[in-house]
Protein backbone atom coordinates (compact mmCIF):
# COMPACT_ATOMS: atom_id res chain seq x y z
CA UNK A 1 0.00 0.00 0.00
CA UNK A 2 0.93 3.56 -0.71
CA UNK A 3 -0.29 6.81 -0.59
CA UNK A 4 1.17 10.31 -1.82
CA UNK A 5 4.47 10.66 0.33
CA UNK A 6 4.31 6.97 2.46
CA UNK A 7 4.97 3.67 1.47
CA UNK A 8 2.90 1.25 3.77
CA UNK A 9 3.65 -2.42 5.38
CA UNK A 10 1.81 -5.08 7.51
CA UNK A 11 3.75 -5.41 10.62
CA UNK A 12 4.90 -8.84 11.16
CA UNK A 13 7.18 -9.82 14.19
CA UNK A 14 9.99 -9.33 11.74
CA UNK A 15 9.29 -5.65 12.80
CA UNK A 16 9.43 -6.09 16.33
CA UNK A 17 12.30 -3.81 17.23
CA UNK A 18 10.18 -1.49 14.59
CA UNK A 19 7.43 -1.16 16.45
CA UNK A 20 9.48 -1.53 19.71
CA UNK A 21 10.72 1.57 18.99
CA UNK A 22 7.53 3.54 18.21
CA UNK A 23 5.74 2.02 21.27
CA UNK A 24 8.15 3.08 23.55
CA UNK A 25 8.48 6.57 22.42
CA UNK A 26 7.92 9.21 24.47
CA UNK A 27 5.93 11.16 21.90
CA UNK A 28 3.98 8.14 20.75
CA UNK A 29 3.34 7.04 24.45
CA UNK A 30 2.22 10.80 25.47
CA UNK A 31 -1.43 9.71 24.34
CA UNK A 32 -1.74 6.71 22.48
CA UNK A 33 -0.07 4.79 25.21
CA UNK A 34 -1.27 6.33 28.12
CA UNK A 35 2.10 6.88 29.02
CA UNK A 36 2.73 3.43 29.99
CA UNK A 37 6.45 2.47 28.79
CA UNK A 38 4.94 -1.34 27.19
CA UNK A 39 7.78 -3.57 26.84
CA UNK A 40 8.72 -6.02 23.82
CA UNK A 41 5.97 -9.19 24.82
CA UNK A 42 3.76 -6.34 25.13
CA UNK A 43 4.22 -5.41 21.21
CA UNK A 44 4.58 -9.08 19.93
CA UNK A 45 1.44 -9.37 21.27
CA UNK A 46 0.02 -6.65 19.36
CA UNK A 47 1.55 -7.59 16.44
CA UNK A 48 0.02 -11.14 16.68
CA UNK A 49 -3.37 -9.18 17.29
CA UNK A 50 -2.21 -7.38 14.07
CA UNK A 51 -1.99 -10.70 11.99
CA UNK A 52 -5.18 -12.14 12.99
CA UNK A 53 -7.30 -9.16 12.50
CA UNK A 54 -5.52 -8.97 8.70
CA UNK A 55 -6.63 -12.45 8.28
CA UNK A 56 -9.74 -11.67 9.85
CA UNK A 57 -10.71 -8.39 7.96
CA UNK A 58 -7.98 -7.84 5.66
CA UNK A 59 -6.72 -5.27 7.67
CA UNK A 60 -4.53 -4.55 11.04
CA UNK A 61 -1.29 -2.40 11.68
CA UNK A 62 0.70 -1.14 8.82
CA UNK A 63 4.07 0.27 9.56
CA UNK A 64 4.54 3.83 7.38
CA UNK A 65 7.70 4.82 6.15
CA UNK A 66 8.80 7.89 3.63
CA UNK A 67 8.73 6.67 0.45
CA UNK A 68 11.68 8.33 -0.77
CA UNK A 69 13.96 8.15 2.57
CA UNK A 70 12.48 5.11 3.70
CA UNK A 71 12.80 6.01 7.01
CA UNK A 72 9.96 4.83 9.75
CA UNK A 73 7.77 7.61 10.36
CA UNK A 74 4.89 5.78 12.58
CA UNK A 75 2.36 3.02 12.74
CA UNK A 76 -1.55 3.34 11.41
CA UNK A 77 -4.24 0.63 10.67
CA UNK A 78 -6.66 -0.87 13.01
CA UNK A 79 -6.07 -2.32 16.97
CA UNK A 80 -9.28 -3.93 18.50
CA UNK A 81 -8.96 -1.44 21.31
CA UNK A 82 -12.76 -1.74 22.53
CA UNK A 83 -13.64 -4.84 20.88
CA UNK A 84 -15.79 -5.98 24.20
CA UNK A 85 -17.37 -2.38 24.19
CA UNK A 86 -21.16 -2.84 23.18
CA UNK A 87 -21.40 0.96 21.55
CA UNK A 88 -18.85 -0.68 18.66
CA UNK A 89 -17.19 -4.35 18.66
CA UNK A 90 -15.41 -3.24 15.76
CA UNK A 91 -11.61 -2.71 15.79
CA UNK A 92 -11.03 1.09 16.05
CA UNK A 93 -8.54 3.49 13.52
CA UNK A 94 -5.27 4.15 15.20
CA UNK A 95 -1.90 5.95 14.03
CA UNK A 96 1.24 7.62 15.54
CA UNK A 97 4.13 8.92 14.62
CA UNK A 98 7.67 9.73 15.93
CA UNK A 99 7.22 13.34 16.65
CA UNK A 100 10.07 14.72 14.22
CA UNK A 101 7.17 13.88 11.66
CA UNK A 102 4.53 15.50 13.62
CA UNK A 103 2.96 18.86 11.83
CA UNK A 104 3.50 17.76 8.42
CA UNK A 105 0.44 16.12 7.13
CA UNK A 106 1.68 12.47 7.78
CA UNK A 107 -0.95 11.48 10.55
CA UNK A 108 -3.30 12.59 8.00
CA UNK A 109 -2.23 10.75 5.30
CA UNK A 110 -1.83 7.57 7.51
CA UNK A 111 -5.04 7.58 8.80
CA UNK A 112 -6.45 8.45 4.98
CA UNK A 113 -4.78 5.50 4.01
CA UNK A 114 -5.85 3.01 6.56
CA UNK A 115 -9.41 4.09 6.24
CA UNK A 116 -9.20 3.69 1.97
CA UNK A 117 -7.88 -0.05 2.40
CA UNK A 118 -10.58 -0.88 5.35
CA UNK A 119 -13.23 0.27 2.69
CA UNK A 120 -11.77 -1.82 -0.51
CA UNK A 121 -12.06 -5.39 2.41
CA UNK A 122 -15.39 -6.42 3.58
CA UNK A 123 -15.51 -3.71 6.30
CA UNK A 124 -18.18 -3.49 8.31
CA UNK A 125 -19.13 0.60 8.54
CA UNK A 126 -19.44 2.97 10.22
CA UNK A 127 -15.23 3.43 11.18
CA UNK A 128 -14.21 4.17 14.86
CA UNK A 129 -11.48 6.07 16.33
CA UNK A 130 -10.62 6.77 19.96
CA UNK A 131 -8.75 9.95 21.26
CA UNK A 132 -8.07 11.63 24.16
CA UNK A 133 -9.52 15.10 24.58
CA UNK A 134 -6.12 16.36 25.27
CA UNK A 135 -5.12 14.92 22.04
CA UNK A 136 -6.09 17.93 20.05
CA UNK A 137 -3.55 17.37 17.11
CA UNK A 138 -5.07 13.66 16.22
CA UNK A 139 -8.54 14.73 17.15
CA UNK A 140 -7.89 17.61 14.30
CA UNK A 141 -6.76 15.21 12.09
CA UNK A 142 -10.20 12.72 13.12
CA UNK A 143 -12.39 15.60 12.15
CA UNK A 144 -10.91 16.80 9.06
CA UNK A 145 -11.58 13.57 7.55
CA UNK A 146 -15.08 13.29 8.82
CA UNK A 147 -15.28 11.64 12.17
CA UNK A 148 -17.79 12.71 14.34
CA UNK A 149 -18.20 12.78 17.98
CA UNK A 150 -20.91 9.39 19.25
CA UNK A 151 -20.25 9.17 23.08
CA UNK A 152 -17.07 10.21 26.08
CA UNK A 153 -15.79 7.46 27.95
CA UNK A 154 -13.31 8.10 30.98
CA UNK A 155 -9.52 7.86 29.87
CA UNK A 156 -6.17 7.88 31.36
CA UNK A 157 -5.42 11.76 30.94
CA UNK A 158 -9.64 12.67 31.59
CA UNK A 159 -12.14 12.38 28.62
CA UNK A 160 -11.56 10.09 25.68
CA UNK A 161 -13.60 10.36 23.42
CA UNK A 162 -15.82 7.77 20.65
CA UNK A 163 -15.87 9.36 16.98
CA UNK A 164 -17.38 7.79 14.25
CA UNK A 165 -17.18 7.64 10.04
CA UNK A 166 -19.81 6.65 7.76
Avoid at 38 to 57: G, K, N, Q, T
Avoid at 64 to 84: I, K, M, N, P, T
Avoid at 121 to 141: C, E, H, K, Y
Wanted: hydrophobic fraction near 45%.
Amino acid sequence: MVSERLKYRAVTLNDLDAFVSLVQDEYVRRYMMDGVLYPPEWCAERIRESEALFERHGVGLWLACERESDQLVGFCGFLEVLAADPVHPEPELAFALFERFARRGYATEMARASIAAARTQSWPTPIFAGVDVVNAASLRVLEKLGFVHVATHQGAFGNMLLLRLG
